[in-house]
């Protein structure tokens, strides 16, 4: 075995759950702050409006990066699952499909976003003086599609083996590139809003082909050989089985966002432009979630397949125990330099006030969110992430919405509107804390009927 790869099935799980989530939390953080870097120098050599124009895609930006997050897990979950059984040709056969799978999804959402970007931004009800730019940005960026799809996919056949690192190190390479091309297209070049967008898109070709050139060189079942390249349909079908609610479940939160970007907007530009900066701050955190998550749902994967029942519940605790951990170091230094952060993105006081308001609403209680992050990663592990999918469409999606329609218009102001985080954390926290409780309760007998 590599140096970069872990033994999940034998010896102790704590300090290798914590060598496999960090460099995860540490490329998650890398792929926002894409985002974060286009956000700052539009703000920094543009202007208010341009930052405004980039904030208002952030949620639909992270609804794209949500999607193949959770459709690339379906390849992890069922990677992992063979390689913990040691069926080495359903795993050779699960890698080269989700490499397909990543192309055809990726090349699907490029041409169904080109044909519905502005009306999805009309739908966010984006100011005029705004839309012009945010539609730029978004149309650019969406050229992209095809490189993010791999690159998720491909880090998710990395993971399936214990390695976070690989994918790490060529996130890293790239956001230094993508800074790099954000500063001379924008600030050189003078081409603004197109310029930081077609910066990320390349950024992402670059990220995508790295690890494309090391898969190719790998050795044993991750190794991808174009001449093995065929669409397995048995693979397919586990891995959308999977995947697809994981996608779901993901995208729930960001189209939830989506509404309460709308009603964010209907705020003024000095409040988009907060809720960009602080979006840009807090999704951090989420990276150490999403880190543990993962790792929850890999470890407990490798295990399931392997038969090793035990390993698989004391492999979630300890992910929810050093998740939390990790969270709440972050989450007390965000709150207590908020502002300096948020200064970063745009000195202007009245912006920098409105961004502490929705840091203190959604940096605070942000354990809640690891919570059923986590529950939903060791479901997903399992094989159960059609469950978690609905119970986050209704806890999170029914929340939200329940409250910008009907809370939000009796009291029209930021604190309102951020309440519905916490609110909607707490009550698909424990949703999913009794959908967990029940099946692995069951979880031996549900095992032998589902074979």
């Known amino acids: 075995m590599k140096a970069t790869e872990l033994d999940m099935t034998h010896g102790p799980l704590w300090n290798k759950i914590i060598i496999f989530a960090l460099p995860l939390a540490l490329t998650a953080f890398l792929q926002q702050l894409y985002n974060a870097a286009d956000v700052a120098v539009v703000g920094r050599f543009v202007g208010t409006e341009a930052m ?20 690339s897990l379906g390849a992890n979950v069922m990677i992992a699952r063979y390689i913990g059984g040691r069926d080495e040709e359903k795993a050779r056969a699960a890698v080269h499909t989700a490499f397909l799978l990543a192309l055809a999804v990726g090349l699907g959402l490029m041409l169904l976003g080109q044909l519905i970007a502005r009306p999805v931004l009309a739908l966010l009800e984006v100011p005029d003086s705004v839309m012009g730019m945010a539609e730029t940005y978004l149309r650019v960026f969406l050229c992209g599609m095809p490189f993010m799809g791999l690159y998720n996919f491909q880090a998710a056949v990395f993971r399936s083996r214990g390695d976070t690192r690989t994918p790490l190190v060529a996130l890293a390479c790239t956001s230094v590139l993508n800074f790099l091309l954000d500063l001379i297209f924008a600030a050189v070049c003078g081409w603004g809003i197109a310029g930081v967008a077609a910066a990320t898109v390349i950024a992402q070709l670059v990220a995508a082909a790295m690890l494309l050139r090391v898969l190719q060189r790998a050795e044993g079942v991750i190794r991808l050989d174009f001449s093995r390249l065929h669409w397995d349909r048995a693979r397919n079908k586990e891995i959308l089985r999977i995947g ?3 996608g779901i479940q993901a995208m729930v939160f960001s189209l939830s966002n989506v509404v309460i970007q709308a009603a964010i907007n209907s705020l003024g530009s000095d409040t988009m432009a907060a809720s960009s900066a602080a979006f840009t701050i807090e999704i951090n955190i989420y990276c150490f979630i999403y880190a543990f998550s993962q790792a929850t749902t890999t470890f407990v994967s490798q295990n399931y397949g392997a038969g090793k029942l035990f390993r698989c519940r004391r492999a979630t605790w300890l992910c929810l125990g050093l ?26 006081p009245a912006v920098i006030a409105l961004g502490m308001v929705r840091i203190w609403y959604v940096v605070a209680p942000s354990v809640l969110n690891g919570i059923l992050d986590i529950l939903s990663g060791a479901l997903r592990g399992y094989g159960y992430s059609l469950q978690p999918a609905v119970l986050a469409l209704l806890g ?9 329609y009907l809370a939000f218009p009796a009291s029209p102001d930021f604190a309102t509107l951020m309440f519905c985080y916490p609110l909607s954390w707490a009550v698909t926290a424990v949703f999913i804390g009794l959908a967990y ?3 692995t309760r069951n979880l031996k007998v549900l095992r032998i009927v589902r074979g």
């Open 52 to 71: 405004a124009a980039v904030g208002t895609n952030v949620s639909l930006i992270g609804l794209l990066i949500n999607l193949f997050m959770g459709i």
């Open 437 to 439: 409780r029940f099946y």
């Open 396 to 404: 999170i999606c029914g929340v939200r919405l329940a409250w910008v």
């Open 244 to 246: 697809m609610p994981a």
């Open 323 to 348: 998740g939390n951990l990790f969270m709440g170091l972050l989450s007390v230094l965000v709150l207590l330099f908020g502002e300096q952060l948020l200064a970063i993105f745009d000195s202007n």
